[in-house]
């Protein structure tokens, strides 16, 4: 289900088209629908669905009428009803889907107001098309120099132009109300078109340009999802998050999509516990819940007075106290129903018999300096013989006198003989 465009390039590296899951030109878009109707005939004497689907740029679709009763197919570039002028698009689904398409988006599948499609698109359509696509980087490029030098406090994310290049369109975010007046009259100037402005979201921006998640897969808004539904801290709490606003955030600056996928189990899962702020009464004082582990169906509670010791109950012991305090009899502590954790040993499975799991065995065994090795045992040596003075006692030894310099100089007797060392005697021979 790939394009030309993904296939290998030179020296047989990945091409690919790098748009991030919105590929304008075959079926590898997040937008792309199966039609598992393709293969099957329409009944005899009956007519099929006139009203085709055109992806754009941009993750845009519409939907056009085919009045010429063109025989379109997917793939197929056609030029549609546009204003001014002409677009040029490709027709990702026919037949009776893009009834039901129409219905998910609440449009009239028969409404007289639908745009048609005018003819397929001729070469001269396509090389004007693509000549005008190629132009959008720089275009984009030049458009924010522009809005930076007006001090203006938008960005500009990305730039579509029309098929016959008639219009230009500029996608930007903003926080606030953007005053823009002189903004189009520069670029009208500047590139000698029609444009339009259209806002769009962080979140669309985020899946335009694409991304890595903390999870480590690539961002669900750039790949598969195609709604963003309103995400709320309530999400977080309920599931026991931390509300710590660059762990919950993603690329986008604003609250995770995914804190909303397994929020309903999350709620459903809660109506069986009591509760957060509700206290357990007993005879030896109000109990208030500290924490709560909804996969193990367990509760912490601890006393007013004594905050830091906490008890651990099951959820049907904690139910248990609650129906008694209802009736009028609260139990006497919490100790009653307090689980004593089990500590067990692990037990061991294995034997090294052979070494392998020692995490040194690749490494190459350190060797032993002898050098170093020699002259520690000499300094020892030294130190132990006592007729060797050390340092501060030769300091302290009184100089020789030039007399008994000259005299040691004449008299080569009276010098210290030498330590020879001893030559092991030679073996007679046999």
């Known amino acids: 289900m ?7 390039g030179k020296d047989g590296l990945p091409k690919g088209c790098k748009n991030n899951g919105t590929c304008g030109t075959d079926s590898c878009n997040k937008l792309t629908v199966f039609d598992w109707l393709s293969n099957m005939e329409l009944p005899s004497g009956t007519k099929g669905f006139d009203v085709v689907e055109v992806r754009f740029k941009n993750s ?24 001014p002028g002409h677009d040029i698009g490709m027709v990702t689904l026919s037949g009776e889907l893009v009834k039901v398409q129409m219905k998910k988006k609440n449009q009239d599948p028969y409404a007289d107001d639908l745009p048609k499609v005018y003819r397929k698109a001729s070469q001269k359509d396509i090389d004007v098309w693509q000549g005008v696509r190629d132009r959008e980087e720089a275009v984009k490029k ?34 606030e109300r953007v005053d823009f007046r002189q903004l189009i009259k520069e670029y009208a100037y500047e590139f000698k078109t029609r444009i339009e402005m259209k806002q769009i979201g962080y979140r669309q921006e985020a899946a335009r340009l694409g991304g890595i998640g903390s999870c480590g897969r690539e961002l669900c808004c750039s790949t598969w999802l195609t709604d963003f539904r309103s995400v709320k801290t309530s999400a977080a709490r309920y599931q026991q998050l931390s509300l710590n606003p660059q762990k919950l955030a993603g690329q986008c600056g604003k609250l995770k999509c995914c804190l909303n996928y397994e929020l309903d189990s999350y709620l459903d899962a809660v109506k069986q516990f009591p509760k957060f702020e509700d206290k357990i009464e007993t005879q030896k004082g109000f109990a208030v819940c500290q924490k ?37 009899k609260p139990v ?6 307090f689980i004593e954790p089990l500590v067990t040993q ?41 007729n060797n003075p050390s340092a501060k006692a030769r300091k302290k030894q009184p ?17 210290k003989p030498r330590n020879k060392k001893r030559r092991p005697p030679k073996k007679k021979d046999e």
């Not at 120099?145 to 219009?167: C, H, N, P, T």
């Not at 037990?347 to 350190?366: A, I, M």
């Not at 020789?400 to 007797?413: C, I, M, Q």
């Open 142 to 175: 030049r458009s924010r120099e522009i809005a930076i030098r007006l001090g203006l406090k938008m960005k500009i994310s990305d730039v579509e132009f029309q098929g016959d290049a008639s219009k230009v369109i500029f996608y930007y975010t903003a926080d």
């Open 332 to 337: 006497a502590s919490l100790e009653e129903y």
């Open 292 to 328: 709560v582990d909804i996969f193990q169906k367990k509760l912490w509670y601890a006393y007013e007075k004594e905050a830091s010791s906490w008890h651990e109950l099951d959820l049907e012991s904690v139910l248990e106290i609650v129906e008694q305090q209802k009736a009028g």
């Open 399 to 415: 100089q020789k006198s030039e007399d008994n310099k000259e005299n040691t100089k004449s008299n080569p007797k009276s010098r």
């Open 346 to 386: 692990a037990e061991v499975n294995y034997e090294n018999v052979v070494g392998q799991d020692s995490l040194t065995r690749f490494d190459q065994p350190k060797r032993k300096n002898k050098r170093r090795s020699k002259n520690k045992r000499r300094q020892k040596g030294n130190t132990n013989k006592p």
């Open 2 to 8: 790939a394009c030309a465009s993904c296939s290998s």
């Open 60 to 83: 845009r679709k519409e939907f056009f009428k085919n009045t010429e009763e063109l025989s379109l197919g997917i793939g197929d570039l056609v030029a549609t009803e546009a204003s």
